[in-house]
């Protein structure tokens, strides 16, 4: 059956702004942030500590994040690829943090300068740092499905990537498909093998990362994925307020799947997320015209009359 209860990971102001070429104010994040707290999200990714050069966008992160401290009852986390990008997000005080690995090899040298398991090599003290911190620590996994470069992405190379991250301790997997074009079948077939391969763990004695799952809208599947992974027993969706997004260095990366629309298929569905729609759509509202352009959300727009 379905979960009673999904937990929203939203990405916006991460993964939805750091496409955005035009740098987006500091108090325009920070209240974006405020504004989706208020909505009743409860998990909302604030920033990453990369280099600024790669991702310009958030290259405020050290201004932005004691912006942030009056929220609370919400988590923030925040990326960080290496140790450097740690120890900027400890001297903040954040108390939760993700890694993100890549299942192909053209994408980890373009998104990370590094092979595959050079990239593991590169988390595996961050992710052990960040666990006697105390912190919480998401591993991510991009081009779980396809690859722009590699074409469709074997279910086995993404299973041996999910088990080191997973070995490594990371309380919690997602599971991207950053340029969106997985399909429900495809989710299924991976998240079978998954299971086959003890992710998540089950039993009486399940120990190891849950899974959420990260699903990109370029061929209009995000929603239809989701619905698989909820069949498939996953109850932590990423999803991005108005579907802003994009991975800059992932070409064809378009938009998240939209939090509204998410919302609207979940709240169909009776599941609950906590989140006031009503308030979340004219957050996103709010954002699109800071942006300059309409939310490509349907939801949105529908919510909005136009
Ligand atoms: P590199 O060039 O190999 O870096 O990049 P390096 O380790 O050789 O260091 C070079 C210089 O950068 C050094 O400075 C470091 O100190 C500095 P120098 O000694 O030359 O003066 N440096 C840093 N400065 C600030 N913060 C840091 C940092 N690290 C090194 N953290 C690196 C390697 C990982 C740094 C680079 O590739 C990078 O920043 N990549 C980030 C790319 C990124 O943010 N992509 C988007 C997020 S992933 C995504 O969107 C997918 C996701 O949504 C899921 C999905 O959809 O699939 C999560
Ligand atoms: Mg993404």
Same mark, same amino acid.
């Given at each position: 059956?379905?979960?009673?209860?999904?937990?929203?990971?939203?990405?916006?102001?991460?993964?939805?702004?750091?496409?955005?070429?035009?740098?987006?104010?500091?108090?325009?994040?920070?209240?974006?942030?405020?504004?989706?707290?208020?909505?009743?999200?409860?998990?909302?990714?604030?920033?990453?500590?990369?280099?600024?050069?790669?991702?310009?966008?958030?290259?405020?992160?050290?201004?932005?994040?004691?912006?942030?401290?009056?929220?609370?009852?919400?988590?923030?986390?925040?990326?960080?690829?290496?140790?450097?990008?740690?120890?900027?997000?400890?001297?903040?005080?954040?108390?939760?943090?993700?890694?993100?690995?890549?299942?192909?090899?053209?994408?980890?040298?373009?998104?990370?300068?590094?092979?595959?398991?050079?990239?593991?090599?590169?988390?595996?003290?961050?992710?052990?740092?960040?666990?006697?911190?105390?912190?919480?620590?998401?591993?991510?996994?991009?081009?779980? %499905?396809?690859?722009?470069?590699?074409?469709?992405?074997?279910?086995?190379?993404?299973?041996?990537?999910?088990?080191?991250?997973?070995?490594?301790?990371?309380?919690?997997?997602?599971?991207?498909?950053?340029?969106?074009?997985?399909?429900?079948?495809?989710?299924?077939?991976?998240?079978?093998?998954?299971?086959?391969?003890?992710?998540?763990?089950?039993?009486?004695?399940?120990?190891?990362?849950?899974?959420?799952?990260? %699903?990109?809208?370029?061929?209009?599947?995000?929603?239809?994925?989701?619905?698989?992974?909820?069949?498939?027993?996953?109850?932590?969706?990423?999803?991005?307020?108005?579907?802003?997004?994009?991975?800059?260095?992932?070409?064809?990366?378009?938009?998240?799947?939209?939090?509204?629309?998410?919302?609207?298929?979940?709240?169909?569905?009776?599941?609950?997320?906590?989140?006031?729609?009503?308030?979340?759509?004219?957050?996103?509202?709010?954002?699109?015209?800071?942006?300059?352009?309409?939310?490509?959300?349907?939801?949105?727009?529908?919510?909005?009359?136009?």
């Amino acid at each position: 059956g379905l979960p009673a209860r999904v937990r929203i990971h939203e990405v916006g102001p991460r993964d939805g702004l750091q496409n955005e070429s035009a740098i987006v104010p500091v108090e325009v994040k920070a209240e974006f942030i405020g504004r989706l707290a208020a909505a009743g999200l409860t998990t909302v990714e604030a920033t990453s500590f990369v280099h600024p050069k790669w991702v310009p966008q958030l290259a405020d992160a050290e201004e932005l994040y004691p912006r942030l401290d009056g929220l609370s009852g919400v988590r923030l986390p925040v990326l960080v690829p290496n140790a450097r990008g740690l120890e900027r997000a400890l001297a903040l005080g954040a108390r939760e943090v993700a890694v993100f690995a890549s299942a192909t090899e053209s994408f980890a040298h373009a998104n990370l300068n590094r092979t595959v398991d050079g990239a593991l090599e590169m988390f595996e003290p961050v992710v052990a740092r960040a666990k006697r911190e105390g912190l919480r620590v998401r591993g991510y996994l991009s081009m779980c %499905f396809g690859d722009p470069w590699e074409g469709p992405v074997p279910v086995d190379q993404v299973v041996r990537v999910c088990r080191a991250l997973a070995g490594m301790g990371c309380d919690e997997l997602s599971l991207g498909d950053t340029i969106g074009v997985a399909t429900p079948g495809h989710v299924h077939a991976l998240l079978a093998a998954l299971r086959t391969a003890g992710l998540p763990a089950a039993g009486p004695s399940a120990a190891g990362p849950t899974l959420a799952v990260h %699903f990109h809208d370029t061929y209009g599947q995000a929603l239809s994925n989701t619905l698989a992974a909820l069949q498939n027993g996953v109850a932590t969706v990423d999803a991005s307020a108005g579907g802003l997004g994009g991975c800059p260095y992932a070409k064809s990366a378009t938009g998240n799947l939209a939090t509204e629309d998410l919302v609207w298929m979940l709240n169909g569905l009776g599941i609950e997320t906590g989140v006031d729609l009503a308030a979340l759509s004219a957050t996103s509202h709010w954002m699109a015209e800071r942006l300059g352009r309409p939310s490509p959300s349907r939801t949105v727009r529908a919510l909005a009359g136009t």
